[in-house]
């Protein structure tokens, strides 16, 4: 099955950009697809994208639609998050996942995915 490792985050100021890597290694099993999610202290971890193994199907959270943009590449098996236009509410810690079968309403249940990472760190100053 698929491990994955975060990075990428770090300090930026609001309306900044990040661009967020998620490594993955081992072999899928099915349909997969690679979730980003994002969780703030306290809170409960919430949806931002997901992208299927193929790369060829997206989905995003209604809040960074516009902004935020999911990618794969296919040769280096990493799986990259686009973070344009920053907000302070962006602030939390980013996670991969990976999760089977195809985008649905499901694909934004965390409960689904499994083999996070440790996650990696995003912080917006206003």
């Known amino acids: 099955q698929l491990q994955t490792v975060e990075s990428g985050g770090g300090l930026v100021q609001t309306g900044g950009s990040l661009r967020l890597s998620c490594v993955t290694s081992?072999?899928?099993?099915?349909?997969?697809?690679v979730g980003w999610f994002r969780q703030a202290p306290g809170k409960e971890r919430t949806f931002v994208a997901a992208?299927?193994?193929?790369?060829?199907?997206?989905m995003y959270a209604d809040s960074v639609k516009g902004r935020f943009t999911i990618s794969k590449d296919s040769a280096e098996n990493t799986v990259y998050l686009q973070m344009n236009s920053l907000e302070p509410e962006n602030t939390a810690n980013y996670y991969c996942g990976v999760t089977t079968g195809r985008l649905n309403i499901a694909t934004k249940m965390w409960k689904g995915y499994r083999n996070w990472g440790q996650g990696t760190q995003v912080t917006v100053s206003s």
């Open positions: 081992g072999r899928t099993v099915g349909p997969t697809i």
């Open positions: 992208v299927t193994w193929s790369g060829e199907g997206t």
